[in-house]
């Protein structure tokens, strides 16, 4: 099953420190130990578990699907995905910005709505905001999500969005709502599918 | 569909978890909320690799290998916590 996976620099596994070996080399985990088989993402789960490096991977054996990933017990790098780099990484974080700004614009009073309908350079939306006064919470999603697309990266952007989405909407379902938006988002750009 | 607002935990929740992560106790599902969080949060992805380098660090020591002026400090330090003199200097 070909699937995706975050890597941090070097190919290194950001939660193990596991360092991965060249593409094409198998690495297995014991099939017995569930706990430790190898994580990957389907392309719904990418922007759950942005990194550095993205790689597309090959699981084989069983394949055990979770809410938020699959594990195996056996996988292997096939490529890196090239497209995933700072520059789209800045362009995912600004769009996450601009549907946080999207998603608040109903719920602000009129003249903030007003100043930030069509608004779509990050720091004036950031300004907008300030020059309000003490902002409503909608607002404040919206200032924060500006200033972590320009200053902080797209994994905090993007929570950022999910969150607000998650307040306006009905919790749980409206994050991964956001969190499938954001998917997409990302597939077409990176070219990402479903594979079996 | 649960109601909970957010797929993983907060900070607060993490640091409390943080012993159990790195001894491989959490469930799957709390291990994959936890993973959640360290995606995005900086500060708590800081705090776990500071506590895995204090764990190894902690598993090399034995009691032969505290130098005997430090273990005597050491006990010192806890009699005057035990006797509720706080953490003051040993």
């Known amino acids: 099953m070909i699937a995706y996976k ?29 706990d430790a088989w190898i994580h990957a993402c389907r392309r719904g789960d990418v922007p759950y578990w942005l990194d550095e490096e993205l790689w597309r991977v090959e699981l084989a054996g069983p394949v055990r699907e979770t809410r938020y990933q699959i594990a195996s017990p056996r996988a292997r790098l096939v490529e890196r995905i090239a497209g995933w780099d700072p520059s789209l990484g800045r362009a995912y974080a600004g769009a996450c910005a601009l549907r946080a700004r999207d998603l608040a614009l109903p719920h602000l009073a009129p003249a903030l709505r007003d100043a930030l309908t069509g608004v779509a350079d990050l720091e004036a939306i950031v300004a907008a905001v300030n020059r309000a006064g003490p902002p409503p919470l909608a607002a404040a999603y919206v200032s924060d999500a500006a200033n972590n697309a320009l200053h902080v990266g797209p994994a905090t952007t993007s929570y950022i969005a999910c969150m607000l989405a998650s307040r306006l909407g009905d919790g749980l379902a409206a994050f991964e709502s956001e969190r499938a938006w954001q998917s997409r988002w990302l597939a077409e750009r990176l070219g990402l599918r479903d594979g079996r | 569909m649960t109601t909970r607002p957010v797929p993983d935990l907060t900070c607060k929740e993490l640091v409390e978890l943080v012993t159990d992560y790195l001894e491989g106790r959490l469930s799957a599902d709390d291990r994959t909320r936890f993973e959640l969080h360290l995606t995005y949060c900086d500060w708590c992805r800081t705090y776990v690799e500071q506590m895995r380098q204090v764990l190894a660090a902690a598993g090399e020591l034995t009691e032969a290998s505290v130098a005997p002026e430090a273990r005597d400090a050491l006990l010192a330090a806890f009699r005057g916590w035990k006797r509720g003199g706080g953490g003051g200097e040993p």
Do not use: H, Y
Not at chain 1, 7 to 29: E, H, I, N
């Open chain 1, 6 to 34: 975050f890597l941090s620099r070097g190919a290194v596994a950001p939660f193990t420190g596991f360092p991965w070996p060249d593409p094409g080399a198998w690495v297995s985990a014991r099939v017995d130990r569930e």
